[in-house]
């Protein structure tokens, strides 16, 4: 009978443990990261500010403001738009999130993803006219986006003007279609 050496038996057992110890999974793999989730912002506030153009101290503002957001309890103010006639206003969009502390600014946000964001304005039975103003920075050309209008009158009337918030994350192309609605509010407006 052969004698296995001590020398022989150590590299077959280091050989054998190296296998061993190579095929274990490692136990502290670190797990791939999720996907950030792109977090709903609650709307708190709508605010609109108009600056007659021909008087920059003749400033009207109409606020749409619900602290708890969509859903729950009804909104605690809701102005109509009233503006005079045959004049030519400039228009910006404030948006609150009051339910963070510090205030959150989502007009900012939308303005820092003007690429993802569009506003839509339709009057509707009031005699205006609506022009947005700012731009993206889509290339070759670049798209509306809405925080910033010109609102000219005409006559006296009486109608609303339906304002929608469309979120288009790498989809924006000018249009309603792609994307969710982000906030849609219906002012009653009065032209006098």
């Not at 050496?5 to 150590?10: A, E, G, Q, T």
């Not at 993206?136 to 609303?160: E, I, M, N, Y």
């Not at 989809?171 to 279609?177: E, H, L, M, P, S």
């Amino acid at each position: 009978m052969k004698k296995v050496s001590l020398k022989n038996l150590f590299v077959v057992a280091t050989a054998v443990a190296l296998i061993i110890t190579g095929c274990k999974k490692d136990k502290e793999t670190v797990p791939d990261p999720e996907d950030p989730v792109n977090e709903t912002e609650v709307m708190t506030t709508f605010k609109l500010t108009f600056v007659d153009s021909a008087n920059s101290a003749d400033i009207v503002t109409a606020t749409f403001r619900d602290p708890d957001g969509d859903g729950g309890n009804p909104p605690v103010k809701f102005d109509s738009v009233k503006l005079v006639a045959n004049k030519t206003y400039f228009a910006s969009v404030l948006i609150l999130d009051e339910t963070k502390s510090p205030v959150d600014t989502i007009s900012n946000e939308i303005e820092e993803e003007a690429n993802d964001h569009l506003f839509f304005y339709t009057p509707q039975g009031v005699n205006e006219t609506i022009t947005i103003l700012d731009k993206d920075t889509h290339t070759p050309t670049p798209l509306p986006v809405g925080v910033h209008t010109k609102w000219k009158t005409g006559a006296t009337s009486t109608g609303s003007t339906k304002i929608v918030l469309r979120h288009q994350p790498g989809v924006k192309n000018g249009t309603y279609a792609p994307g969710e609605t982000d906030i849609e509010i219906l002012f009653q407006t009065k032209i006098n």
